[in-house]
């Protein structure tokens, strides 16, 4: 964090409590967490690590498409959909007839590896990078309380994981629109839906998949409280995405897949099936809860207890 964002983060956090320094009040008061919170979503979207990585997500449907639109020539070659197209390949094969299926591709393709990424750099960054900029203390001091913190600090992670995917899906729907025709949309099992209808599929396939990364959000957020080095925490967080995703492609430990935050990320394909499977998507919305759980836990025990120095 430069001296100029350093300043800007002392000024943000001295305008959001509308009570007294000191005043034993300004830690109970909502307004004063609200006022945190839009301080932390603010000083996030303004920084260039922000912008770049959103950059870098919303590239990837303009890669796509334009991939696509080549090799077809802009040429309806794809099939319909079929019960094995919950994969990224299936929905690619869709993008010529219907730009609307680039959502899911896009989606499909940044979800293993992009978008976790993106939010394991933030969550990583949460509370390590305010220590090695020396600006957590002084959040404290507020007193904002450390609970109260860390609540705010993984409510703004969320926040990014819902921003990330929504970039995601905005960037696909619009290089879609342009490169392809846009009409009803043919499901997975099949049948016909208006295109009004695939484009509410669309946002609640988004909106699953911000879901879908609560759980790695509350795992990146307790290993931020491990250290104070932000590099650290973010590293650490890609590399135990990595490592997550090597396990669950190796055939031989099936046993421990169905454990894995990431097991059941691709579920989203069943909200494009007529009427939605909810059977997987209901055993990743419980796995997830169960990672923010177990970790968010982590992270309150280890953060309301760490001796801050920084």
Not at 95 to 117: D, E, H, I, Q, S
Not at 118 to 137: F, P, W
Not at 229 to 250: P, R
Not at 268 to 288: G, I, K, M, T
């Amino acid at each position: 964090m430069s001296q100029a964002e350093k300043a800007s983060r002392t000024m943000q956090v001295a305008r959001a409590a509308p009570v007294r320094p000191g005043d034993p009040r300004r830690s109970r008061n909502p307004l004063w967490t609200l006022g945190l919170l839009r301080s932390e979503i603010t000083t996030l979207l303004r920084r260039h690590r922000t912008y770049a990585l959103l950059a870098v997500l919303a590239a990837v449907p303009v890669l796509i498409g334009i991939a696509v639109r080549i090799e077809t020539g802009g040429g309806g070659g794809g099939g319909a959909g079929g019960p094995d197209g919950g994969a990224g390949p299936a929905f690619l094969a869709q993008v010529t007839n219907n730009g609307l299926f680039l959502v899911f591709a896009a989606l499909a393709a940044t979800l293993p590896v992009f978008l976790p990424m993106a939010v394991g750099v933030v969550a990583g960054d949460a509370i390590a990078g305010e220590a090695s900029s020396g600006t957590l203390r002084y959040l404290l001091v507020a007193p904002a309380g450390r609970t109260r913190l860390l609540l705010v600090k993984y409510a703004s992670v969320l926040a990014f994981c819902l921003i990330a995917t929504l970039v995601v899906a905005a960037s696909a729907l619009a290089v879609g629109a342009l490169l392809f025709p846009v009409g009803e949309v043919t499901t997975i099992s099949g049948t016909r839906i208006s295109f009004g209808e695939g484009l509410v599929r669309a946002a609640l396939t988004a909106l699953v998949v911000a879901v879908s990364l609560t759980g790695f959000a509350a795992l990146g957020l307790f290993v931020s409280t491990l250290t104070g080095s932000g590099i650290g925490a973010m590293a650490a967080t890609v590399g135990l995405l990595i490592t997550v995703q090597i396990l669950d492609s190796i055939p031989q430990l099936s046993g421990v897949h169905p454990y894995l935050f990431a097991h059941y990320w691709m579920s989203f394909a069943d909200v494009l099936r007529e009427p939605v499977h909810w059977d997987d998507l209901s055993r990743n919305f419980q796995l997830q809860g169960l990672y923010v759980a177990v970790f968010g836990s982590a992270a309150w025990a280890r953060f309301t207890a760490k001796d801050i120095t920084a």
